[in-house]
């Protein structure tokens, strides 16, 4: 059973619910910090708010101010020692996101038909006005509910918002459309909206404005649906993150191996992990010595060598020998749940967006009511009737309703992320677009972004008189029988080099040191220069030079040799990915500085720069330290873009003002990212930038329109001769356009192509 979590230290965090809107957020937070003592932060992406406490301040408190302000406020529930939540962890249905997805599909059903007839006189059967009220008034009362419902809270609080607008606008409609029916001509049967371009003052009572009230539901929900989707995937980092760990751990009590789930590990406890298990937390070394795979963790390319006494790391893979290790730290303590507990901080300290709309409605919405009221009064007050004043008033409120506006965002998202789709880009949600435009510094993770991440033979240095193809051919078959990472790249460089390899007998593992065997007669040796010099076979003082050379570049080097002499090396390294070097003079091209950011060493770090053109590098850094380099570079007013693909750039990726994700590495760092990339080619980046700007840009233009076609029709509507027929092909060209607009997006094309 879920417990509430307890109030630690001077921080607590709500999760809010009921936001509909940026300024939802603002609402809540201008509320909390009006609190003595309190300084509050609501994220309107992730529905949370951090609050600064004095010590001992009781939560409910902050509860109770955020549910007067109309919307719900909870703790989250307390963590069980594996860390991992212990109610729902939020993988079922999200309940709100399956009712906007049943509103949606409702409204786009009924709404069709309805459009259809009101634009198409041909479809104006002798009672389609009243099967329009049939198919309209389910959605505009029931799929419209949300606008209604956040309306009418805005209203108790004073405040005036998209939802405002919205609601006003269709019930405005719907009202009069009822009016026109019941005590109008509208409802005679015949009746027809035939397509007249002409001014004309007129009392109102002919014409049904059912068609704009369902279509801006419908287009508005679409737009709701689609951002709430892409709000549902902030939490999906956790999740992932904590879900990296083992599941089940074959503990030692007694000498004898037991299997228990990870949840029961105690500090102190023996555990044993095979050669490709994942190791169950944090621990020490007690026997045995292996090659542990750190990559996900640290960026390392190369594995860790690890034997008695030395620490590893909870959801790293043991890659070669059986260890013994003795838990040190278990559940919330470990090192993944604290880069779980970064994630989540730098999620929540992302600064929320406001969207362009919702600033503008703030204004617009009191003007509009504003000029309705005086169009109301100036009618009257001219001594012309109650229903021609009232027509220009409701037409005021229907006119300056945004269709074109329901389509601004979601058509130029739909079709931009679209495309982003077709070219392995994923784009997560309106917010990301805003992200790229001010972006002006690139922060890029080597291990997996700019390299490949996969160790590859590099390089074959023979001492006289070996053949090259024979020491490989060799070497690959003795390889070829261990598990270790190294072993694998020089197995697979003699297949492809060599074709199949000789079988191997005799093989010995020695530990941390390589291997030997026999092979096709020969006896040979591989691994460390300590091991041959153990078997009396010496590398030449030239091959040692170029020995020495490569692993001050931070490459790795194997010694070979067979029946009593030494007869040359292997050089094993991380390669630049083809097209690094070519994403990232384009991204000087777009104004943007390169940053290379990585845990791996300088030396390796400073080639790697020097290959692709980076002159900034910042190496040997850990997980926590990444997140501190770009929360360094934004205080210093830069602007920044995340690049990474492991574990390690999670913290990172969510902190950065946008993150980018390799689809090629891991789950954690996708989901804590804004957008992803399928191909993992760090020139889809570049293509992500441009294509995200130029979406923007759409956006933008699509809401200029929208409003420009509300603000020049409003004067028409208040002076009475708003003809509907006229005011509906109006809207419907400006919502063409709008639509029109977003699919030049379409032509995107790639930067590589240019």
């Known amino acids: 059973m879920s417990t509430v979590a307890p109030v630690t230290g001077s921080r607590i965090e709500l999760e809010i619910g009921g936001m509909t809107c940026a300024s939802c957020a603002n609402r809540i937070e201008r509320r909390l910090n009006k609190l003595d003592g309190i300084a509050a932060t609501v994220n309107y992406a992730t529905e949370k708010a951090t609050v600064a406490v004095p010590e001992g301040y009781d939560p409910a408190l902050l509860v109770a101010e955020v549910e007067k302000t109309g919307y719900t406020a909870a703790l989250p529930v307390a963590e069980n020692r594996a860390g991992n939540a212990t109610a729902d962890d939020g993988r079922d249905a999200d309940p709100e996101l399956t009712e906007l997805r049943n509103r949606l599909i409702g409204a786009v059903a009924l709404s069709v038909p309805v459009i259809a007839m009101a634009m198409a006189p041909a479809l104006q059967f002798t009672y389609w006005q009243w099967a329009s009220l049939a198919l309209a008034a389910p959605v505009i009362v029931w799929a419209a509910w949300p606008f209604h419902r956040a309306a009418w809270a805005n209203l108790r609080h004073g405040t005036a918002t998209m939802d405002t607008l919205i609601s006003m606008g269709t019930l405005s409609a719907f009202a009069w459309s009822l009016y026109a029916l019941f005590f109008g001509t509208a409802g005679t049967p015949g ?219 979601p058509t130029a998202l739909l079709v931009g992320t679209g495309r982003g789709a077709q070219m392995g880009i994923l784009i997560k949600g309106p917010e990301v677009l805003e992200s790229t435009r001010k972006v002006d510094t690139v922060v890029l993770d080597k291990t997996g972004t700019v390299t490949t991440g996969k160790m590859t033979l590099v390089d074959v240095i023979t001492e006289p008189g070996t053949d090259r193809v024979e020491l490989l051919r060799l070497a690959g078959a003795l390889e070829d029988a261990s598990e270790h990472p190294i072993a694998q790249a020089i197995a697979n460089a003699a297949v492809r080099e060599t074709g199949p390899l000789c079988p191997v007998e005799d093989f010995a593992n020695v530990e941390g040191n390589g291997v030997r065997g026999i092979v096709d007669g020969h006896a040979v040796v591989v691994g460390r220069e300590s091991l041959l010099t153990d078997w009396s076979q010496h590398l030449s003082r030239h091959v040692s030079l170029i020995k020495a050379q490569a692993e001050r570049q931070g490459k790795t080097v194997v010694a070979v040799g067979w029946d009593g002499q030494a007869r040359g090396v292997l050089i094993v390294a991380d390669t630049v990915k083809p097209t690094s070097a070519q994403a990232v003079s384009q991204m000087r091209r777009l104004g943007l500085t390169p940053v290379l950011l990585t845990g791996d060493n300088k030396a390796v770090a400073e080639q790697i720069a020097a290959e692709v053109g980076i002159d900034q590098v910042i190496a040997e850094v850990m997980p926590a330290d990444k997140l501190e380099v770009v929360t360094r570079l934004q205080a210093e007013g830069k602007t920044v873009a995340m690049v990474g693909d492991g574990i390690n750039d999670a913290p990172a990726l969510a902190r950065a003002d946008l993150g980018i994700a390799m689809g090629t590495g891991t789950d954690v760092a996708i989901e804590a990212s804004d957008i992803t990339l399928v191909r993992g080619d760090l020139t889809s980046a570049v293509d992500a930038i441009r294509l995200s700007r130029r979406t923007l840009a759409t956006i933008k233009g699509n809401l200029f329109w929208a409003f420009a076609y509300n603000v020049a029709a409003i004067p028409v509507a208040a002076s009475g001769m708003l003809n509907p027929m006229l005011a509906g092909a109006a809207m419907a060209f400006s919502s063409v356009f709008v639509v029109a607009n977003s699919l030049r997006l379409r032509g995107f094309t790639s930067a590589a192509r240019h």
Not at 388 to 403: G, K, N, R, S
């Open 191 to 409: 009746m027809t909206h035939p397509f007249e371009l002409t001014l004309q003052p007129s009392d109102g009572s002919a014409n049904v404005y059912l068609e704009v009230a369902s279509g801006v539901t419908m287009f508005i929900l679409a737009g709701r649906w689609f951002e709430k989707r892409s709000k549902r995937q902030a939490g999906a980092a956790l999740r992932a993150l904590l879900e990296l760990g083992a599941r089940e751990v074959s503990v030692l009590r007694g000498g004898v191996e037991t299997k228990v789930p990870v949840e029961r590990l105690a500090v102190g406890d023996e555990f044993v992990v095979r050669p490709g298990e994942k190791i169950a937390t944090d621990g020490v070394v007690v026997s045995g010595t292996s090659a542990v795979d750190e990559s996900m963790l640290t960026g390392e390319s190369v594995p860790v060598e690890v034997g008695a006494g030395d620490a590893v790391t909870g959801a790293t893979v043991n890659s070669g020998g059986r260890l013994v290790v003795r838990a040190t730290r278990i559940g919330s303590d470990t090192q993944l749940a604290q880069m779980a507990r970064l994630v989540e901080d730098a999620q929540t300290g992302k600064a929320e967006v406001q969207r362009l709309a919702d600033r503008i409605s703030g204004v617009f919405v009191p003007v509009v009511i504003t000029i309705a009221a005086i169009a109301l009064g100036a009618w009257l007050g001219a001594g012309f009737p109650v229903a021609a004043a009232f027509t220009a008033a409701v037409a005021v409120l229907v006119i300056a309703c945004p269709c074109a506006l329901g389509l601004a965002t």
